[in-house]
């Protein structure tokens, strides 16, 4: 019997990934199946990893051939697959099929005698995660059977081959072939046979995971051959509609062709050379000729006018207007009354009213709340709104539309910079946007809730824009929850409710009213108070998820009080987690059970730590939640010493917190942790806690600093839990809900604000150290132009601005230097540049805010500049400023320019290197052998200084031992602990969070402590780039805070590490390295290479396991004995010019006022 499926799978040099495709396709569910393998000419081990595939399972079969490409290699797997077989798919060869995917497609084919079926694709990215593809996400939306594409348009996205299972019959009769020689070659046959179909099925389930891969030639779009290539697929689809008369297909092709396949290459011109856009204007306009000029009018307006400047070749306008857009998209001048037209600040020459033609979508009104509170009983409102890019005008009025009813809100409005911070644009200020508003809630009550018992109004506002007065919806910025229910009498609520991010207020009618709730001998007795004169006769519990009910007869409560009375048994409750909905029933009718905020929440414990939860739901109705138990504030002050206290119950299993607990709070973005005491409290309603914190004075191996800016979600924790999903997330009891958000600034410093989000999950946010004149995208460049005025201004100050790690550190080289230059001149102005307020500095010297007034003005004025990264792309030298570079480490990993070809290579970026380094003075360099690297990746021909790294020179001190004696003490290390640092580097490959790179400790911590933790300390380190939080024990230690790296390695007896340039700095020690290289071949061959054969010339064992680097430092004189010739000559290379004294040697070049 033939096989039911063929899986086509060619491969050329995916060793690294090819086990893992073909596991999957040899777990699938339907195993009816033929997987015929083509090894299009691999020179890796692919074929081998094939062929024991092919010994073990007769399913899979092995064809080689000389390279010839993926088109090519596809088509041989057809000719090769059994020609009787039913259905045919393909899978690229570094990519996943999930479990059960080509069963639930073939089921699909066979209920519906489609031709074929398609389904949803997700993108696997390097660190295992998997995440909706952006490109499948609408097509994908929901499942639909037997349709087509032209009655389902969402489908021109669907244009590879990979995510679909066809029928052979139908590849067979239209003798379908993939093009050969080229990329792309999917579009050119999917894209056909959706039309050429009966019909199509859509799976909305993921059906293939597609593997993000660094460096693959089609996700390097800014080459020749990439835009040729994609333009002929899209010109073979654009013929093959118009071959058939499909006038209206090709139309809209077309369209999508513009505004996707071909703006993936126009985004990617800034990214390529002149050969680039020279072929990418010869094959877009090729194209673009065909087209039918009423599609290209038909464009969004920011296309409109790319593919007008394409038409007439005017190149560098288009890069001009791309560089613009990548910090003021969708921001231009609005030109005319009548007829509004774009003009755009760097488009030099005109261009055809039809290609800027302006509609209300290009000029919509932005109306945003910042404040939305409960005060009084009145909704104090407050916020901006304006029509983007039409000049800053004040919100002309305001309303609550229900349908056509309307009620004028009346807004008193006012001057604020906030609008321009937060609108993300250069252009305009909006300064004139502000506004406040106050919403009485009976003044809704007073009109009813209509017929259903129901009516919602929306909050509008009106600004006059564009030569007319426009409307748009108020939105509630940054996502928190809405604000509370409030009752306006005893049958009406008003529900604040966000329809996305829109609020709007819904009035109720209230029918039932929880009355009380108590505990009985065996559950809970539930008070319910009747206001519509109905006759219940059972409580119905509905849980909302799998719509299971539960009837529970009702009893009378107080004679004369129209109450009832339902006595819930605790085995009403499945012990999983649900929601379960209250309502009274009666005959047919069905009444909502409201729960108003002094009634209170509570809870009632269940078996195994679990519990039962009664309070109100967003909406303000009954339920019962079936979870376990949570801790829940119910009391909070912030005092104005600045410390807010949280009291509440804690919930959960006895004895879970026998150890302790302690709060903790976890960033939304980068997942740091900070941990605050807490306390367990003996209470009427059972065990409770009290925990206090001030975000503004958080203890830290630095001292204290405020909490970084951001989201902080606040959890409990037992202590020693080194488990995130361990933690119990704090929640707000119901009678709060009122009062959030809670707001904290004090004289000056950042803002902070304790809010809801999810309903009850209580968050810290964090605000920004600038001023608000001095945030967002229009202060910074209000900023550069002042700055760019004082550049020129009279004799420069006194005073040196340092830089480290762009504001992060008080630490390396700029530290030394520093401290050098402050024992021999007091008269100097020391100014260290400060991120966010994470860096404590010392007396003497003045901390300046990174991006501040200040930081401009010191850029334009000091004397002297001593930074160990790159100063801003706008930073031009002033006459008589004198600046210093000391980079930040020996580069064994390829830096600047010599990143050109790999994955991680920026175009923009390595063009600026040469004109970056003319600004500077005099380039430190650590060592012979960094010299000649440093000058060609910076393109940097000016002085260079070899004089070793300053950083270092406390490896040398004279007073070292003190020192080291110091930092121990400091951290809590006994004299008789060995010390080991693990300091891996970053992953550029690893998706960033919040700004920062993912944590991927490779090393396992906890086998570490208990092999090591008897005689050891374990320091961990993480990149500054890098976010995570390390789990913590009396062994393991996380100083990745810890102010400089420099103490560390002074006090470390040995260093492990991957690739970071600390193990140059740490040679100098002597001390015995390990190297952790689990992902050598990646990091060198694909990811980011190195400046010489580090295989070869490593000072210490590259081991790949983490337990083989636990096994090496259990012996570490053995590995110290294996490497001493290896670690001399490799100090011999690294080390040759650090001998104490750097730091003097450069500051005697800074005061001499000349270039080395």
């Not at 407050?382 to 809100?409: D, E, F, H, I, Q």
């Not at 209230?510 to 539930?526: F, K, N, Q």
């Not at 000058?935 to 080291?964: M, S």
């Not at 008789?976 to 400790?1001: F, M, N, S």
Request: aromatic content about 8%.
């Amino acid at each position: 019997m033939p096989p039911r499926l063929t899986v086509v799978v060619p491969l050329y040099n995916v060793e690294q990934y090819l086990g893992a495709c073909l596991d999957s396709l040899a777990g699938q569910t339907m195993s009816d199946l033929e997987v015929v393998m083509v090894d299009d000419g691999s020179t890796d081990g692919s074929g081998s990893v094939a062929r024991e595939f092919a010994a073990r399972d007769p399913r899979f079969r092995l064809v080689s051939q000389e390279n010839a490409g993926l088109g090519a290699a596809r088509n041989a797997g057809v000719l090769e697959a059994h020609r009787d077989g039913e259905f045919l798919t393909f899978v690229d060869s570094d990519d996943i099929v999930p479990p059960g995917a080509y069963e639930r497609m073939l089921a699909e084919l066979s209920r519906s005698g489609s031709d074929f079926v398609t389904g949803n694709v997700l993108r696997l990215r390097a660190n295992g995660a998997l995440e909706q593809s952006p490109m499948f996400r609408k097509p994908m939306e929901k499942a639909r059977s037997a349709t087509h594409i032209t009655r389902d348009w969402l489908l021109l996205g669907d244009r590879i081959a990979c995510n679909k299972v066809f029928r052979r019959p139908f590849w067979d009769r239209h003798a379908f072939a993939f093009p050969t020689g080229v990329l792309y070659e999917d579009i050119a046959v999917v894209l056909p046979a959706h039309f050429l179909a009966t019909s199509v099925d859509v799976v909305e389930e993921p059906v293939y995971h597609w593997r993000d891969r660094a460096g693959s030639i089609t996700t390097r779009r800014a080459v020749p051959q990439g835009i040729r290539d994609r333009v002929t697929a899209v010109s073979t689809v654009s013929t093959f509609l118009a071959a058939r008369g499909m006038a209206e297909a090709k139309r809209r092709y077309d369209g999508h062709a513009l505004s996707g396949d071909l703006w993936l290459f126009i985004d990617a011109l800034p990214e390529g050379d002149a050969a680039f856009h020279e072929a990418f204007l010869e094959h877009a306009n090729a194209f673009a000729a065909t087209v039918d000029p009423a599609v290209v009018d038909a464009l969004p307006l920011h296309l409109r006018v790319k593919w007008q400047l394409i038409r007439e070749r005017r190149m560098p306008e288009l890069l001009a207007l791309l560089a613009y857009e990548k910090h003021d998209r969708d921001t231009f001048h609005v030109r005319g009354l009548l007829r509004p037209r774009a003009h755009h600040p760097v488009v030099g020459g005109p261009l055809p009213p039809r290609a800027t033609a302006l509609s209300g979508a290009d000029l919509p009104v932005h109306a945003h709340l910042t404040q939305a509170l409960w005060r009084d009983g009145l909704l104090h409102l407050k916020g901006y709104a304006y029509v983007r890019n039409a000049p800053g005008r004040s919100a002309g009025t305001g309303w609550l539309r229900s349908g056509r009813r309307v009620l004028p809100l009346r807004l008193r409005t006012f001057r604020t910079d906030e609008a321009a911070a937060r609108s993300g644009r250069t252009l305009h200020r909006y300064e004139r946007s502000g506004f406040e508003a106050v919403v009485d809630p009976r003044t809704l009550a007073a009109k009813g809730a209509g017929k259903s018992g129901r009516k919602t109004w929306k909050l509008e506002s009106v600004v006059l824009g564009g030569g007319r007065p426009r409307r748009g919806p108020m939105r509630l910025l940054g996502n928190p929850a809405a604000p509370a229910v409030v009752y306006a009498g005893e049958r009406t609520r008003v529900v604040p409710v966000l329809s996305g991010n829109k609020l709007e207020l819904r009035t109720d009618r209230i029918d039932a009213v929880l009355v009380a709730h108590t505990a009985t001998a065996d559950g809970v007795r539930i008070e319910v108070r009747v206001l519509d004169g109905s006759g219940p006769t059972a409580l119905r519990l509905q849980e909302w998820r799998t719509k299971e009910t539960r009837e529970i007869p009702l009893g009378t409560g107080e004679p004369g009080a129209a109450t009832v009375v339902a006595e819930v048994p605790l085995t009403a409750f499945r012990g999983s987690d649900g929601v379960w909905g209250v309502q009274l029933v009666g005959g047919r009718r069905r009444i909502t059970v409201a729960a108003r905020p002094e009634t209170g929440s509570a809870r009632y414990p269940l078996a195994g730590g679990r519990e039962v939860y009664v309070a109100a739901n967003p909406s303000g109705d009954l339920v019962l939640t079936d979870r376990t138990g949570q801790p829940v504030v119910e009391r909070l002050s912030w005092a104005d010493t600045g410390e807010l206290v949280l009291e509440g119950g804690l919930g959960g299993l006895p004895g879970t917190y026998d150890r302790g607990i302690e709060l903790v709070l976890r960033h939304s973005g980068h997942q740091e942790e900070t941990a605050f005491a807490a306390e367990t409290v003996a209470g009427d309603a059972g065990e409770g806690f009290r925990a206090g914190l001030d975000p503004a004075a958080v203890d830290g191996l630095g001292g204290p600093l405020p909490l970084s800016e951001g989201r902080w979600y606040l959890f409990l924790r037992a202590l020693g839990e080194t488990d995130p999903d361990a933690y119990l997330p704090l929640r707000a009891a119901t009678p709060l809900h009122a009062g959030l958000p809670l707001h904290r600034e004090q004289d000056g410093h950042r803002p902070f604000t304790l809010e809801r989000r999810f309903h009850d999950r209580l968050v810290l946010e964090s605000g920004s150290a600038l001023p608000v004149v001095d945030r967002g995208a229009y202060g910074q460049s209000r900023l550069r132009e002042r700055y760019a005025g004082l550049r020129g201004l009279g004799e420069l100050r006194p005073a040196v601005l340092y830089s480290s790690f762009d504001g992060r550190q008080f630490s390396d080289s700029p530290r030394a230097i520093q401290e050098e230059l402050a024992r021999r001149d007091s008269t100097l102005e020391h100014l260290w540049v400060v991120r966010d307020e994470q860096v404590r500095v010392p007396a003497g010297v003045r901390a300046v805010a990174l991006h501040s007034a200040e930081w401009h003005e010191a850029l334009a004025r000091s004397r002297w500049i001593v930074s160990n990264t790159q100063l801003p792309e706008w930073f031009e030298r002033a006459d008589g400023q004198f600046v210093v570079q000391t980079w930040h480490g020996t580069p064994l990993k390829r830096v600047g320019r010599d990143l050109a070809g790999t994955p991680t290579a920026d175009a923009a970026y390595m063009a600026s290197m040469p004109r970056r380094a003319a600004q500077w003075s005099v380039l430190v360099s650590p060592n012979t052998f960094s010299t000649p690297v440093l000058r060609r990746a910076f393109g940097h021909t000016g002085a260079v200084i070899e004089c070793g790294y300053p950083r270092n020179d406390l490896l040398y001190a004279p007073d070292r031992e003190k020192v080291a004696d110091s930092v121990r003490e400091r951290l809590g290390i006994p004299q008789d602990k060995r010390v080991i640092l693990y300091a891996p580097t970053w992953r550029e490959d690893l998706p960033k969070q919040g700004g920062r790179y993912g944590l991927d400790l490779q090393l396992d911590l906890a086998h570490a402590e208990k092999e090591l933790g008897e005689d050891s300390v374990l320091l961990v380190r993480r990149h500054y780039l890098v976010g995570g939080s390390i789990p913590q024990s009396a062994c393991v230690r996380d100083v990745s805070r810890h102010p400089d790296v420099a103490e560390l390695l002074l006090i470390s007896d040995a260093l492990v590490t991957d690739y970071s340039s600390l193990m140059f700095d740490f040679a100098g020690t002597g001390r015995p390295m390990l190297f952790h290289t689990y992902d050598l071949e990646h990091y060198r061959d694909t990811l980011r290479g190195f400046c010489f054969d580090f295989a070869a010339q490593a000072p210490g064992p590259l081991i790949p396991t983490s337990a083989g680097v636990v096994e090496a430092l259990r012996d570490l004189a053995a590995v110290t004995e294996t490497h001493r010739d290896a670690y001399a000559r490799f100090r011999e290379s690294f080390c040759d010019l650090d001998d104490g004294t750097a730091a003097v040697r450069v500051v005697d070049l800074m005061l001499k006022g000349e270039q080395a």
